[in-house]
T-cell receptor
Framework: RKEVEQDPGPFNVPEGATVAFNCTYS??????FFWYRQDCRKEPKLLMS???SGNEDGRFTAQLNRASQYISLLIRDSKLSDSATYLC??????????FGTGTRLQVFP | DADVTQTPRNRITKTGKRIMLECSQT?????MYWYRQDPGLGLRLIYY???????NKGEISDGYSVSRQAQAKFSLSLESAIPNQTALYFC???????????FGSGTRLTVV
């Protein structure tokens, strides 16, 4: 079983739609959680950290459920520029990040 | 200038050749990492270093070696390249207080 699992997609949604991505992790000792965004052939970039109480950054909302070992990302009012691959990332131990394989989002006009 | 610079950006090399990928950073971070990315497999950790005298193997270190020449420099070597080492390689940095990594723009390596 992979340590971090994501639905690879693609998710094809129209502009303005709301879309949600889910992620599960297997290591209960995981300490910190993140969503990264990766554009095609580019490097991953930190989108947002995920806190136990849930957190929001503009159109993006992240949720964490430690009991179910589940992380989510909600994007409201999707823009064309949101088209990318979204990586669920878990921090284990001192400072090692484990990356999911990513969920691809394509927003169409 | 980019915070994390990788060279070369693209490289095609022949099986059996030695190749070095270089990474330098201006963020002053102590921690540096090398990942490779393959379609369907995501990013996998090759080696990491928490300071100049510290080198640790990641999950897929076989066939690779690293050198931490200075706080700002961390190079990855393939002693004898093989075709299944064809991948996109990323260097990343972090410090103990940061919540995320800063990645370089990647090196696309093709072994023929």
């Amino acid at each position: 079983r992979k340590e971090v699992e994501q639905d690879p997609g693609p998710f094809n949604v129209p502009e303005g739609a709301t879309v949600a991505f889910n992620c599960t992790y297997s290591n209960s000792a995981s300490q910190s959680f993140f969503w990264y965004r990766q554009d095609c052939r580019k490097e991953p970039k930190l989108l947002m950290s995920v806190y136990s109480s849930g957190n929001e950054d503009g159109r993006f909302t992240a949720q964490l459920n430690r009991a179910s070992q589940y992380i989510s990302l909600l994007i409201r009012d999707s823009k064309l520029s949101d088209s990318a691959t979204y990586l669920c990332v878990v921090k284990i131990g001192a400072d090692k990040l484990i990356f999911g394989t990513g969920t691809r989002l394509q927003v169409f006009p | 200038d980019a915070d994390v610079t990788q060279t070369p950006r693209n490289r095609i090399t022949k099986t059996g050749k030695r190749i070095m990928l270089e990474c330098s950073q201006t963020k002053g971070h102590d921690r540096m990492y090398w990942y490779r990315q393959d379609p369907g497999l995501g990013l996998r950790l090759i080696y990491y270093s928490f300071d100049v005298k510290d080198i640790n193997k990641g999950e897929i270190s076989d066939g690779y070696s690293v050198s931490r020449q200075a706080q700002a420099k961390f190079s990855l070597s393939l002693e004898s390249a093989i075709p299944n080492q064809t991948a996109l390689y990323f260097c990343a940095t972090s410090d103990s207080d940061s919540y995320g990594y800063t990645f370089g723009s990647g090196t696309r390596l093709t072994v023929v």
